[in-house]
């Protein structure tokens, strides 16, 4: 493809593309602009050009962390799979079985190679073949590997022939319908499964549900940073008695949570280390404005996010009075704006430790990453809530879709994993092939990012809204 000629147009390109993955250095936008603009510049223009508008980085090696190392990787696409298992936790499982036979491996080096295996016959019929690519070894989280560990571990299947039960799988799969929280001062309150909204009582749509294992995860994570993120609240006109009560018990202490299946039965009680744990929860600001205190308007200030890029916000206190008992909660009312010319388009609400000034954009960041498409998810829920939406697909139940087991004679039998994990694909984020997909991948400051030009919209909007995960980064399909 020939070089072009620096014109307006392809300056305004530069500085799209900078200003939507502004942790990228000349090298990375040169990359981007060639693999999803279909615009081929030599990086001196391109330096050229953030030069004059001041955004040229300062000279020297970026952190390994930061770097954006787009490189494109044959069958890129089945770094998707890997981004599903995180979820699904396929390849942990079968390293927790099968551990006990690979001696010479430690846990993670025999997860790798589980992996590695899992994946390479997609490719090539025999795993060695794998190994002289570098692209692939990148793609399965592996920077070199010795054919004598290849060796081994068919060595080790051909003597040992394992057979693994998948009944422990399927039990952390299950779908989980509802979660209680059970509050210091005596009152409960409910999410659903997914943690979209509030509820004031254990939610059984299977609309609203995800697997155990999800939500566990979730909770993991929210628990350890000590703030619980919610997609909405239902509210109109004022805050809903729903959500209030829930504020109010999470302020007085969070001492126990339960994980509720369809039934409504308890399929597993988290316990709480510390009480004091804080919220996050959003809100639709043509329906429901919160009363702000009284105070002087602050600027909307820039916030960057690896999926929706550049946002603006402004932050103000809240205060909402329950008059019966004159009870006042206090609250931080964010507004959002796509860029500083528009509407605000969404709001979120919560209350957060005095003083931590990294707290806040945290929690701010996770709550995009789980919830990219908040806004077009809060109207069509909230239609299908009241009874006027078309009904919403149901989740689909992963542990029906597991074998009962899977047997290892061979290194080949490993291919089975890879299927399993392609049909679960399939069935749970979109209809569409990930293998033998040309992409490529690079790791950033925040999230990996995946880029795949085959890859249809409507995929890459389910993929990033089931908030995957990677070397415990978020990861996002562009």
């Known amino acids: 493809m020939p070089k072009k000629k620096l014109t307006p147009e392809l300056k305004r390109a530069i500085l799209k593309a900078k200003k939507k993955f502004s942790g990228s250095g000349v090298r990375e936008l040169a990359v981007i602009l060639a693999d999803q603009y279909k615009i081929n510049l030599s990086k001196s223009l391109i330096h050229k050009v953030l030069k004059e508008k001041g955004l040229k980085e300062k000279p020297g090696r970026k952190n390994q962390s930061e770097a954006f190392q787009a490189r494109k990787v044959e069958s890129c696409g089945l770094m998707l799979l890997r981004a599903l298992d995180s979820q699904v936790g396929l390849f942990d499982y079968l390293t927790e079985k099968l551990k006990v036979y690979f001696k010479d491996f430690n ?52 003597a040992k022939r394992p057979v693994v039960s998948l009944e422990g799988l399927k039990n952390q799969l299950r779908p989980a319908s509802a979660v209680r929280f059970i509050f210091k ?17 254990p939610q059984k749509s299977e609309a609203f549900s995800s697997s155990l294992r999800v939500l566990r995860q979730r909770f993991k994570k929210m628990l350890e940073n000590k703030v619980l993120i919610i997609g909405y609240t239902k509210s109109f006109n004022y805050l809903s008695a729903t959500a209030f009560n829930f504020i109010r018990g999470l302020k007085s202490g ?32 043509q329906l429901f404005m919160p009363p702000v205190v009284s105070q002087k308007p602050q600027r909307f200030k820039r916030f960057l996010h690896g999926e929706l890029g550049e946002l603006f916000l402004t932050t103000s ?41 990294k707290f806040i954009p945290a929690s701010l960041n996770r709550y995009f990453y789980w919830w990219p498409y908040i806004y077009d998810d809060f109207f069509k829920e909230t239609e299908l809530v009241q009874g006027k939406g078309s009904s919403k697909p149901a989740k689909p139940d992963l542990s029906k879709m597991l074998p009962q087991k899977v047997v290892f004679t061979q290194t080949i039998d490993f291919i089975r994993v890879g299927q399993i994990l392609s049909i679960l694909f399939k069935e749970t984020v979109q209809g569409w092939e990930p293998k033998g997909k040309t992409g490529n991948f690079s790791l950033c400051k925040d999230c990996l990012r995946i880029t795949l030009k085959q890859a249809p919209r409507a995929l890459k909007k389910a993929f990033n809204q089931a908030a995957f995960e990677l070397e415990g980064r978020p990861v996002f399909l562009q």
């Open 107 to 158: 846990p993670e080096q025999l997860k790798k190679i589980i992996t590695l295996a899992s994946l390479s016959f997609f490719i090539d019929k025999k795993l060695k073949i794998s190994l002289s690519r570098e692209g692939f070894l990148r793609l399965v989280g592996l920077r070199q590997i010795s054919g004598k560990s290849v060796d081994y571990f068919n060595q080790v299947l051909l």
């Open 185 to 201: 001062n005596g009152s409960q309150g409910f999410s659903d499964g997914r943690l979209a909204t509030f509820w004031d009582k």
């Open 254 to 285: 969070l001492t126990a949570v339960e994980l509720l299946g369809p039934a409504g039965e308890v399929l597993d009680r988290l316990k709480v280390t510390n009480p004091l744990v804080y919220l996050v929860f959003g809100y639709s600001p």
């Open 317 to 357: 206190p809240a205060a909402f009075r329950l008059t019966q008992e004159g009870i006042t909660i206090n609250l931080n009312n964010f507004r959002i704006k796509s860029s500083l010319n528009s509407s605000v388009f969404w709001g979120v609400l919560g209350f957060f430790p005095s003083g931590d000034k």
